[in-house]
């Protein structure tokens, strides 16, 4: 397989604070590659650096590079990265527009699309086959939505952009263990179609069991990686991070 994404020696920071410290992974084509590790490690840090997003919301790199594709994106801006790059994130909250239908929420997100109605349209139609709930409150705004439905307009916008390379932040937060599944179910299937998913989740049992291969963040620093089956089988894995 191909490497998709190469993130080298990433040092970055809000500020003054140093919040990765020289950080590297990489995640290939057809993958789902998982990063875990508590609250504050560095996880979310690490999608926004990768999206591109500018300060003061995302950090500021201050060394080390990120390639995409074979090419370094880090004068890329965000609406390139979308546009140009075809990434999309979900991110941790979900961040829709309340005050705007499902159905107009999608329809953002095919704002870069330049390839015809008839392409966009299949698109809808695959979001719809895949979140039925959402076929049926299309018209309704979603502010209005139940949390879990929240998610699935979240990763259906995303689908919109016609992404090839998917980052998911929490994608489990505050759902129920049965659509939490669901979703995993569907992001797995996305996956067989070709999608390549770089993922992070409080829940590192269920990520592990999902993806390929997952990366270990503590305090801003990679301190174990490997294989899912490596990983859940580590001592200081499992006792740190899966309860065990």
Known sequence: MNTLL??????????NIEALHGISFDV?????VTLIGANGAGKSTTLMSICRLPPPEAPRVTEGDIIFKGQSILNV?????????????VPEG?????NLTVEENLKLATYARTDGHEATARDYDRVYTLFPRLAERKKQRSESLSGGEQQMLALGRAIMSKCGFLMLDEPSMGLAPLLMYDM???LKELNREGLTILLIEQNANLALRFAHRGYVLDTGEIVAQGSSEQLLADPEVKKAYLGG
Do not use: C, Q, W
């Open 28 to 32: 290939k084509e057809g993958e789902i």
């Open 77 to 89: 801006p965000p609406h390139k990265v979308v546009s140009d790059l075809d990434m999309a994130l």
């Open 94 to 98: 979900r961040r829709i527009f309340g």
């Open 184 to 186: 995993f179910r569907t």
């Open 6 to 15: 190469e993130v080298k020696n990433l040092k970055v920071r809000y500020g």
